[in-house]
Each structure stands twice: as C-alpha cells, then as structure tokens.
C-alpha cells in the first residue's frame, strides 16, 4: 500500500495561483485585468458620484433647515445655518426637558443623552 500524496497546503495553493496571476494568466474565476484608461473611468466615475451624493445632501439640508429653501446653495452658508439650526434645536430641547422637570415630570435619559454631550462639548470649546 502506497502513502497518500499530501494534499497542497493553503499556502502553496494560494503562491501557486498568485504566480499565475502576476505572470498574466487568468484562471477560470479571475477577472481580466483593468487598462489603465479603465482605471481612469472607473475613478472618474467614483468621484462623480462621490460629488452627486454630497449635492443632494445639501439639497435635504436646505429642505430642512427654515431660512434656506429656495436659495441659491452656498455649502458654507448651508452648513452654518444647519450648525445654528441645530443649536437653537437643541436648546429648545434643553428648555422642553427643564420645564417638564420642573413640573414633576419624567424625561427618558435617552432624551436627554444628546443634551449633555451638547453641554460637554460647548464647554470644552470655552476652554
């Protein structure tokens, strides 16, 4: 009775195929390389895309935020006046959470979480 032949290990499988790869070769499951100018599409592309998505979401945010619907888009006016919006929301919140407490009532910690790191933070930045 003959040994058995040992199985190719993970790692000589995976040398093997990655020779074949750098020398060209295509195996049955591997995608033919890109072209240079398919990279530079491909990269285009990502970007474009990238920009189209950063496009809409400031459009949501003047959809959003009161004072900047039918605006032209000045992303750094749109992103100030989102900061204060959310300031002012956030204060208001503070205000709801003081006078319900005020009265005897209850307010979820969960409600109030975003109160505090907004507290911690406006103080950190006073320093």
């Known amino acids: 009775m003959m040994p058995n032949p040992k199985p190719p290990s993970p790692t000589t499988e995976g040398a093997s195929n990655s020779i074949n790869t750098a020398a060209g070769g295509n195996g049955p499951d591997e995608k033919p390389r890109l072209t240079e100018e398919e990279k530079k599409q491909?990269?285009?592309a990502s970007e474009q895309k990238r920009r189209q998505a950063i496009r809409e979401g400031f459009?949501?945010?003047t959809e959003l935020v009161p004072g900047l619907e039918g605006q032209g888009r000045s992303e750094g006016i749109v992103l100030k006046r989102t900061v204060d919006f959310m300031r002012d929301q956030l204060?208001?919140?503070?205000r709801l959470v003081q006078a319900i407490e005020e009265r005897g009532g209850h307010v979820d910690d969960s409600v109030k979480k975003p109160l505090l790191?907004?507290?911690i933070n406006t103080q950190n930045k006073l320093r």
């Open 42 to 44: 491909n990269h285009i």
């Open 59 to 61: 459009d949501r945010l």
């Open 91 to 94: 204060e208001e919140r503070r």
């Open 117 to 119: 790191q907004y507290a």
